[in-house]
């Protein structure tokens, strides 16, 4: 892993996911989290300020990369509840079934290799009652936006650390078996073939 891969693309990224559009987006869903908490790809920790720690019992971070974890202290500082990480993609988490009450994802499924069996591995670990709260972008729903997240996948995702621009978030949630209770989806400030966000809330089929 050259220089770029291991210290310049993550703190690029960590920034460009820090900034005020997505902040907004992760304010509208990270609150409601409640009960036992597992977060998927928590990287710096940019979600912890917004957690709503009267609801939360303790939160499970879930995220390989440790360079990108130290950046997070000054987050973690003001984070009173019990934090932990563990160093380990979402796609094999080692938790029980069953043991979570509520687990966020945001910003996350566009880089992972296999979002399909990751979010089937976050229905596996969330209680018959609990909630999956997520926000991602993804697929834009005019077909010359689709042809340009096509063009650019190739190049983009090699430069930004696997990151796709057009993943089919609502199809993935359906494939890993997730219903979804609530939908929402439009672009936020950016350009669109990178900017167009899905975030709601889903549950385990039963």
Request: hydrophobic content about 35%.
């Amino acid at each position: 892993m050259g220089f770029y891969q291991k210290h310049f693309l993550p703190c690029l990224l960590d920034c460009a996911c820090g900034g005020k559009p997505i902040r907004k987006q992760r304010e509208k869903v990270v609150p409601l989290a409640y009960g036992d908490v597992v977060e998927i790809g928590i990287g710096s920790g940019h979600n912890l300020p917004f957690y709503d720690q009267s609801k939360v019992t303790k939160l499970i971070g879930i995220d390989p990369d440790e360079h990108v974890w130290k950046r997070s202290a000054k987050k973690r500082a003001v984070f009173h509840k019990p934090l932990e990480r563990l160093g380990l993609s979402g796609e094999d988490i080692p938790l029980a079934d069953q043991s979570a009450d509520t687990v966020v994802v945001t910003y996350s499924l566009c880089t992972i290799p296999d979002p399909v069996k990751a979010l089937g591995e976050m229905r596996r670990i969330l209680k018959p009652e609990g909630q999956l709260l997520f926000c991602e972008h993804g697929k834009a729903p005019e077909a010359k936006i689709q042809k340009w997240q096509s063009r650019i996948d190739p190049m983009w995702s090699k430069i930004s650390g696997g990151c796709y621009t057009g993943r089919d978030i609502p199809q993935f949630l359906d494939a890993a078996g997730f219903k979804v209770n609530d939908m929402n989806q439009d672009y936020i400030p950016g350009p669109k073939p990178l900017c167009y966000n899905y975030w709601g809330t889903a549950v385990p089929e039963q």
